[in-house]
């Protein structure tokens, strides 16, 4: 069975972008791999983070992968600097990667550029940490969106490297997109993609806002004057943008939901949408209430770290002898 990794930050509570692009679709693909799903809490602190609010917000990403239907029979849940040969193949990985292939990434110039007090190395080198993180466990399969595309391809060509000045060990993980719903836009601003951090709240809708705050976020949601409901992301934008969350959360075609709102008005299709969010999300943030106040989350950690644990090791202690670290171990 091949392997498939993922990993999410703990930066603050996904939004439902999130949720259809990424975390609904592990549901059902964790069956068909040997799957591993990480927190990575190293990769947060490239930025300043407050250290119980980091704590806490490890603790609801691990709840929200848990209510989002990860099933820890078949799957291993697990924080990552509760491992520490991700730090340790990170710096493996660190010491054969380049500052000019490290400065090009788009996301340390993004990032780079908003920090006032000074810019963290990390900012710089975390890349080769991500690399780590997916090679550690031989990962075959990687799901990301479109803006993780150009780190995967840096790990690729770290693996590459790595595989060709030591040993043939590490395994070339190819990229897998989201089969759906990869695209989910501001309700705003719907050019743009939806985020967490926009500082506009009712532009997304957050996997933990309560159904009144939701139904008003939706039902404000940016549209158009034309008054039809009819997918066309060229000049309709935002009605394609609710067709598509729709879609994704009905299990419908966008063409079955056109005809049955066929005459309709926006403000009807509107309370729809809010509707089919709601209910979505209702039981989920049911689910996570329970994994959030009960022993079972830690114990599901703790497992998920050993299990984690035993596999990044052994993959650790092949790299290091691989590099001509310490004395040789079998």
């Not at 803006?147 to 595989?163: I, P, S, V, Y």
């Amino acid at each position: 069975m091949k392997t498939l990794f993922s990993g999410i930050q703990p930066s603050g509570v996904p939004t439902i972008a999130n949720y259809i692009g990424a975390i609904k679709q592990f549901q059902t693909m964790q069956y068909d791999y040997e799957s591993y799903f990480c927190i990575v809490d190293q990769h947060a602190i490239t930025v300043p983070q407050d250290r119980l609010k980091l704590r806490e917000r490890t603790r609801q990403l691990a709840a929200i992968y848990l209510a989002s239907g990860i099933d820890t029979t078949h799957s291993t849940l697990f924080i990552q600097s509760e491992v520490p040969a991700h730090a340790q193949a990170g710096w493996l990985m660190q010491c054969i990667s380049y500052i000019g292939e490290l400065e090009r990434m788009t996301q340390f110039k993004d990032k780079s550029s908003k920090q006032q007090d000074g810019i963290s190395a990390a900012l710089l080198t975390y890349p080769p940490l991500m690399a780590a993180d997916i090679l550690l466990y031989g990962t075959d399969i990687v799901p990301v969106g479109d803006d993780q595309k150009q780190h995967l391809e840096l790990t690729r060509n770290l693996a590459e490297r790595f595989n060709s000045k030591y040993n043939d060990i590490l395994t070339i993980p190819e990229v897998k997109l989201p089969e759906y719903g990869a695209r989910i836009k501001s309700l705003q601003e719907p050019t743009k993609k939806m985020s967490k951090s926009d500082s506009n709240q009712k532009s997304f809708v957050s996997l933990l806002d309560p159904p009144k705050q939701i139904e008003k976020k939706i039902k404000s949601a940016v549209t158009d004057s034309e008054g039809i409901i009819r997918y066309d992301k060229e000049n309709k934008p935002g009605v394609s943008n609710l067709l598509d969350i729709v879609s994704v959360l009905k299990d419908a075609t966008v063409e079955s939901i056109e005809k049955d709102f066929e005459g309709v008005q926006y403000g009807e299709f509107k309370s729809f949408v809010a509707e089919v969010v709601v209910d979505e999300l209702t039981p989920f943030q049911e689910r996570y209430e329970h994994y959030m106040n009960s022993e079972e989350l830690d114990h599901i950690l703790d497992k998920g770290r050993d299990q984690a644990n035993m596999k990044a090791q052994k993959m650790l202690t092949k790299m290091e002898n691989a590099m001509g670290l310490g004395r040789k171990r079998k």
